[in-house]
Protein backbone atom coordinates (compact mmCIF):
# COMPACT_ATOMS: atom_id res chain seq x y z
CA UNK A 1 0.00 0.00 0.00
CA UNK A 2 1.30 3.05 -1.01
CA UNK A 3 1.92 5.89 1.91
CA UNK A 4 1.35 8.87 0.34
CA UNK A 5 -0.06 9.11 -2.88
CA UNK A 6 -0.45 12.06 -5.65
CA UNK A 7 -2.21 12.10 -8.98
CA UNK A 8 -1.36 12.78 -11.59
CA UNK A 9 1.97 12.04 -11.51
CA UNK A 10 2.37 14.01 -15.09
CA UNK A 11 0.27 17.02 -15.92
CA UNK A 12 0.86 18.96 -18.98
CA UNK A 13 -0.92 22.29 -19.67
CA UNK A 14 -1.52 25.87 -21.46
CA UNK A 15 -0.89 28.49 -19.93
CA UNK A 16 -4.25 30.25 -18.55
CA UNK A 17 -5.90 26.97 -17.52
CA UNK A 18 -6.64 25.77 -14.07
CA UNK A 19 -5.79 22.21 -12.32
CA UNK A 20 -5.70 20.28 -9.40
CA UNK A 21 -3.07 18.06 -7.81
CA UNK A 22 -4.71 15.23 -5.34
CA UNK A 23 -2.54 14.05 -2.24
CA UNK A 24 -3.74 11.16 0.25
CA UNK A 25 -2.18 9.63 2.89
CA UNK A 26 -2.92 6.56 4.82
CA UNK A 27 -0.48 6.45 7.85
CA UNK A 28 -2.49 8.61 10.01
CA UNK A 29 -0.48 11.59 10.44
CA UNK A 30 -2.16 14.82 10.87
CA UNK A 31 0.27 17.02 8.84
CA UNK A 32 0.66 17.73 5.47
CA UNK A 33 2.73 19.77 3.19
CA UNK A 34 2.74 20.80 -0.13
CA UNK A 35 6.45 21.33 -1.78
CA UNK A 36 7.60 23.24 -4.89
CA UNK A 37 10.81 21.84 -6.90
CA UNK A 38 12.39 23.65 -9.54
CA UNK A 39 14.63 23.07 -12.07
CA UNK A 40 17.20 23.66 -9.70
CA UNK A 41 16.00 21.20 -6.91
CA UNK A 42 15.24 23.56 -4.85
CA UNK A 43 12.71 22.00 -2.64
CA UNK A 44 10.57 25.23 -1.41
CA UNK A 45 7.62 24.64 1.12
CA UNK A 46 4.68 26.06 0.06
CA UNK A 47 1.81 25.08 2.59
CA UNK A 48 1.57 22.70 5.73
CA UNK A 49 -1.92 21.67 7.11
CA UNK A 50 -2.29 20.52 10.97
CA UNK A 51 -5.60 18.48 11.52
CA UNK A 52 -7.05 19.62 8.52
CA UNK A 53 -6.00 23.67 9.35
CA UNK A 54 -3.52 25.86 7.43
CA UNK A 55 -0.59 26.33 9.32
CA UNK A 56 2.22 27.67 7.34
CA UNK A 57 1.41 29.28 3.93
CA UNK A 58 5.15 30.52 2.71
CA UNK A 59 4.49 33.86 0.42
CA UNK A 60 2.93 31.80 -2.22
CA UNK A 61 0.67 33.57 -4.90
CA UNK A 62 -3.01 33.68 -4.25
CA UNK A 63 -3.54 31.60 -7.45
CA UNK A 64 -2.58 28.55 -5.20
CA UNK A 65 -5.31 27.48 -3.38
CA UNK A 66 -4.79 24.24 -0.91
CA UNK A 67 -7.57 22.19 0.58
CA UNK A 68 -8.01 19.44 2.79
CA UNK A 69 -11.38 18.14 3.31
CA UNK A 70 -10.10 15.89 5.90
CA UNK A 71 -6.38 15.08 8.15
CA UNK A 72 -5.65 12.23 5.37
CA UNK A 73 -6.21 14.81 1.84
CA UNK A 74 -4.32 17.79 0.96
CA UNK A 75 -5.21 19.00 -2.46
CA UNK A 76 -3.75 21.97 -4.16
CA UNK A 77 -5.77 23.90 -7.11
CA UNK A 78 -3.68 26.17 -9.00
CA UNK A 79 -5.92 28.83 -11.22
CA UNK A 80 -4.50 30.74 -13.81
CA UNK A 81 -1.53 28.42 -14.81
CA UNK A 82 1.52 30.77 -15.28
CA UNK A 83 4.97 29.18 -17.23
CA UNK A 84 6.96 30.29 -13.93
CA UNK A 85 4.93 27.16 -12.53
CA UNK A 86 6.25 24.80 -14.29
CA UNK A 87 8.27 22.28 -11.41
CA UNK A 88 7.89 19.21 -9.86
CA UNK A 89 5.25 19.32 -7.00
CA UNK A 90 5.40 16.93 -3.67
CA UNK A 91 3.45 16.23 -1.12
CA UNK A 92 4.23 14.90 2.37
CA UNK A 93 2.53 14.63 5.42
CA UNK A 94 4.27 13.23 9.14
CA UNK A 95 3.28 13.48 12.73
CA UNK A 96 3.52 16.59 13.79
CA UNK A 97 3.95 15.63 17.91
CA UNK A 98 6.39 12.19 17.17
CA UNK A 99 8.91 14.46 15.83
CA UNK A 100 9.72 11.53 13.11
CA UNK A 101 9.92 11.34 9.57
CA UNK A 102 8.11 12.96 6.82
CA UNK A 103 6.98 10.72 4.15
CA UNK A 104 6.80 12.22 0.34
CA UNK A 105 4.18 11.36 -2.65
CA UNK A 106 6.47 10.37 -5.98
CA UNK A 107 5.46 13.82 -7.01
CA UNK A 108 3.79 15.51 -9.69
CA UNK A 109 5.54 17.01 -12.47
CA UNK A 110 3.92 20.28 -13.96
CA UNK A 111 4.60 21.65 -17.06
CA UNK A 112 2.98 24.67 -18.12
CA UNK A 113 3.19 25.38 -21.88
CA UNK B 1 14.31 31.03 6.69
CA UNK B 2 15.75 27.96 5.08
CA UNK B 3 18.97 26.30 6.06
CA UNK B 4 22.37 26.96 4.46
CA UNK B 5 24.07 23.60 3.07
CA UNK B 6 27.59 23.46 1.70
CA UNK B 7 29.26 22.55 -0.46
CA UNK B 8 25.92 22.97 -3.32
CA UNK B 9 27.77 19.98 -5.17
CA UNK B 10 30.37 17.40 -4.31
CA UNK B 11 31.99 14.28 -6.98
CA UNK B 12 33.13 11.59 -5.31
CA UNK B 13 35.14 8.12 -6.20
CA UNK B 14 34.00 5.16 -4.75
CA UNK B 15 35.39 4.46 -1.44
CA UNK B 16 36.30 8.53 -0.84
CA UNK B 17 34.49 10.64 1.83
CA UNK B 18 32.44 14.03 2.13
CA UNK B 19 31.20 15.73 4.57
CA UNK B 20 27.97 18.11 4.14
CA UNK B 21 27.37 21.47 6.45
CA UNK B 22 23.74 22.63 7.45
CA UNK B 23 23.67 25.37 9.09
CA UNK B 24 20.58 27.66 10.70
CA UNK B 25 19.97 31.33 11.88
CA UNK B 26 17.35 29.37 14.56
CA UNK B 27 17.85 27.53 17.79
CA UNK B 28 17.41 23.95 16.73
CA UNK B 29 15.39 21.25 18.19
CA UNK B 30 15.98 18.55 15.84
CA UNK B 31 17.39 18.00 12.27
CA UNK B 32 15.90 15.77 9.53
CA UNK B 33 18.42 14.62 6.90
CA UNK B 34 16.91 13.07 3.43
CA UNK B 35 18.31 11.85 -0.30
CA UNK B 36 16.59 12.32 -3.11
CA UNK B 37 17.79 10.08 -6.23
CA UNK B 38 17.22 11.41 -9.94
CA UNK B 39 13.57 11.56 -11.07
CA UNK B 40 12.12 10.42 -7.36
CA UNK B 41 10.69 11.73 -4.16
CA UNK B 42 13.32 12.45 -1.39
CA UNK B 43 13.55 9.67 1.21
CA UNK B 44 14.08 10.02 4.66
CA UNK B 45 17.63 9.26 6.12
CA UNK B 46 17.71 10.15 9.93
CA UNK B 47 16.42 12.56 12.64
CA UNK B 48 18.64 14.06 15.21
CA UNK B 49 17.07 15.16 18.20
CA UNK B 50 19.87 15.62 20.78
CA UNK B 51 22.77 18.02 20.79
CA UNK B 52 25.91 16.43 19.84
CA UNK B 53 24.03 12.50 19.01
CA UNK B 54 25.16 11.22 16.30
CA UNK B 55 23.16 8.65 14.48
CA UNK B 56 23.96 6.43 11.22
CA UNK B 57 22.38 5.05 8.05
CA UNK B 58 24.60 2.39 6.75
CA UNK B 59 28.17 4.44 6.57
CA UNK B 60 26.02 7.64 6.49
CA UNK B 61 26.47 8.95 9.80
CA UNK B 62 25.45 12.72 11.47
CA UNK B 63 25.98 15.01 13.66
CA UNK B 64 24.03 18.12 15.38
CA UNK B 65 25.56 20.72 17.38
CA UNK B 66 22.65 22.43 18.52
CA UNK B 67 24.87 25.45 20.20
CA UNK B 68 26.59 26.06 17.13
CA UNK B 69 23.08 25.30 15.40
CA UNK B 70 24.07 23.35 12.95
CA UNK B 71 24.25 19.66 11.89
CA UNK B 72 26.74 17.79 9.41
CA UNK B 73 25.79 14.48 7.23
CA UNK B 74 28.96 12.06 6.89
CA UNK B 75 29.28 10.09 3.79
CA UNK B 76 32.01 7.14 4.46
CA UNK B 77 33.78 4.98 2.20
CA UNK B 78 30.96 5.99 -0.44
CA UNK B 79 28.99 3.82 -2.84
CA UNK B 80 27.56 4.51 -5.98
CA UNK B 81 24.26 4.20 -4.57
CA UNK B 82 24.81 7.37 -2.41
CA UNK B 83 24.31 9.42 -5.25
CA UNK B 84 21.68 11.59 -4.92
CA UNK B 85 20.97 15.20 -3.56
CA UNK B 86 21.04 15.49 0.20
CA UNK B 87 18.96 17.76 2.20
CA UNK B 88 18.36 18.92 5.72
CA UNK B 89 15.31 19.91 7.29
CA UNK B 90 16.53 21.62 10.77
CA UNK B 91 12.77 22.01 13.01
CA UNK B 92 13.02 25.25 15.56
CA UNK B 93 10.40 23.01 18.39
CA UNK B 94 9.05 19.66 19.12
CA UNK B 95 5.58 20.15 17.23
CA UNK B 96 6.95 22.24 14.06
CA UNK B 97 4.67 22.42 11.51
CA UNK B 98 7.13 23.54 8.78
CA UNK B 99 9.75 20.92 7.89
CA UNK B 100 11.82 23.19 5.48
CA UNK B 101 14.53 22.53 3.29
CA UNK B 102 17.19 24.24 1.51
CA UNK B 103 18.65 23.72 -1.65
CA UNK B 104 20.79 20.38 -0.80
CA UNK B 105 23.58 18.98 -2.25
CA UNK B 106 24.11 17.02 -4.86
CA UNK B 107 26.45 13.97 -4.38
CA UNK B 108 27.70 12.17 -7.57
CA UNK B 109 29.89 9.05 -6.97
CA UNK B 110 31.22 7.72 -10.00
CA UNK B 111 33.48 4.51 -9.91
Known amino acids: DTAVSQTPKYLVTQMGNDKSIKCEQN?????MYWYKQDSKKFLKIMFSYNNKELIINETVPNRFSPKSPDKAHLNLHINSLELGDSAVYFC????????????FGQGTRLTVV | QQPVQSPQAVILREGEDAVINCSSS?????VHWYRQKHGEAPVFLMI?????EQKGHEKISASFNEKKQQSSLYLTASQLSYSGTYFC????????????FGAGTTVTVRA
Open chain 1, 27 to 31: LGHDT
Open chain 2, 26 to 30: KALYS
Open chain 2, 48 to 52: LLKGG
Open chain 1, 92 to 103: ASSHSQRNTEAF
Open chain 2, 89 to 100: GPTPRSNDYKLS
